[in-house]
């Protein structure tokens, strides 16, 4: 199938996109391309006018803070994979943005798209909440700013307002001996993941975050995990307590990538001991 008819625009700037955005209700924004072209093509998606920001300045900026690093929503997954921009992780971006998809998704695909797409079994959504970063919104009311885990409010649903577009996601500076997990479980290699978890041990500033992706709705996010990651048998009891429920079989494989990105942080653990000073 093809496409419905849609115009087309290229704002030079954050103003001038909701300003695009604003004057037709029936715009959209896209970035990449990559989840919002299939859904015009299955004509999921019928938008009047398509404001194109992948290239607008303001969201291909990368400003590096003492605290962190906050990245223009249009950075692509590949430029993260490459290093092209800074990381205030120990190296997690890059290897979080390597298993996305394959290489052609990964030029063209978006950070900000893919956290307005809001897809549960998505990479940037889980890790990025476990890592605690939060979204930039500029729209015809001003700026705000929202923790990930505010901002996705379930399945393909966000707290984006008629108007905004997302212009950066601030990622906190972990400190340099954090350690972090991340499983997910794909019938085949580049496919969305049944089942996802990422979890942030950083003893340094006292974080211990638990997220588990890939559910029918809302992300599960178990703050002050430190527990958990020192005795995953607490894991349930958690989990039940966060409100964590699936059929028994999905329940079964959510258990085991859990299991096995609690286990990774300990690898990760002897990885940075065994390293030469
Ligand atoms: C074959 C294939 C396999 C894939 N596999 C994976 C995978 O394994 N893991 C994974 O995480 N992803 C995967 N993806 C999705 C991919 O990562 C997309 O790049 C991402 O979901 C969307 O980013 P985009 O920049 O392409 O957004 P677009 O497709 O351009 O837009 C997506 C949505 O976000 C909105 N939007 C885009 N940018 C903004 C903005 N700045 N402000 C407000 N709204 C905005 C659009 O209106 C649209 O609703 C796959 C895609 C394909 C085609």
């Known amino acids: 199938m093809k496409a419905a008819r849609f115009d087309y625009q290229r704002p030079a700037t954050v103003a001038a996109a909701v300003a695009a955005l604003g004057g037709d209700h029936g715009a959209k924004p896209v970035a990449g391309g990559q989840s919002l072209g299939p859904m015009l093509n299955l004509r999921l998606a019928r938008p009047s006018c398509l404001v194109d920001v992948a290239k607008i300045p303001e969201l291909r900026r990368v400003?590096?803070?003492a605290d962190g690093v906050?990245?223009?929503?249009?950075?692509?997954?590949?430029?993260?994979?490459?290093?092209?921009?800074?990381d205030p992780t120990p190296g997690f971006l890059a290897r979080v943005a390597h298993g996305i998809a394959y290489?052609?998704?990964?030029?063209?695909?978006?950070?900000?798209?893919?956290?307005v797409h809001a897809d549960p079994a998505a990479d940037w959504p889980t890790t990025l909440t476990a890592l605690g970063a939060r979204v930039v919104l500029a729209g015809p009311?001003?700026?705000?700013?929202?923790?990930?885990?505010?901002?996705?409010?379930?399945?393909?649903?966000?707290?984006l307002e008629e108007g905004e577009i997302v212009t950066g996601v601030f990622v906190p500076r972990c400190s340099a001996g954090a350690r972090f997990g991340y499983r997910k479980s794909c019938r085949k290699v580049g496919e969305?993941?049944?089942?996802?978890?990422a979890v942030l041990a950083d003893d340094g500033r006292g974080v211990h975050r638990l997220v588990i992706g890939a559910t029918e709705g809302r992300h599960i996010v178990?703050?002050?995990?430190?527990?958990v990651l020192a005795d995953p048998s607490r894991l349930d009891a958690r989990l039940a307590a966060a409100g964590f429920d699936a059929e028994p079989a999905t329940l079964r494989l959510h258990r085991k990538v859990i299991r096995e990105a609690i286990a990774q942080?300990?690898?990760?653990?002897?990885n940075s001991e065994s390293l030469p000073a």
């Open 192 to 197: 969305f993941a049944e089942a996802m978890c």
């Open 103 to 115: 290489r052609a998704v990964r030029n063209r695909g978006t950070v900000g798209g893919s956290l």
């Open 70 to 86: 906050l990245y223009g929503a249009a950075i692509t997954h590949a430029e993260f994979e490459d290093g092209a921009v800074p």
């Open 63 to 65: 400003e590096e803070r």
């Open 222 to 227: 178990v703050t002050e995990a430190k527990a």
């Open 141 to 159: 009311q001003g700026t705000r700013e929202l923790a990930l885990e505010d901002f996705l409010l379930g399945a393909f649903s966000t707290a």
């Open 265 to 270: 942080i300990a690898i990760d653990a002897l």
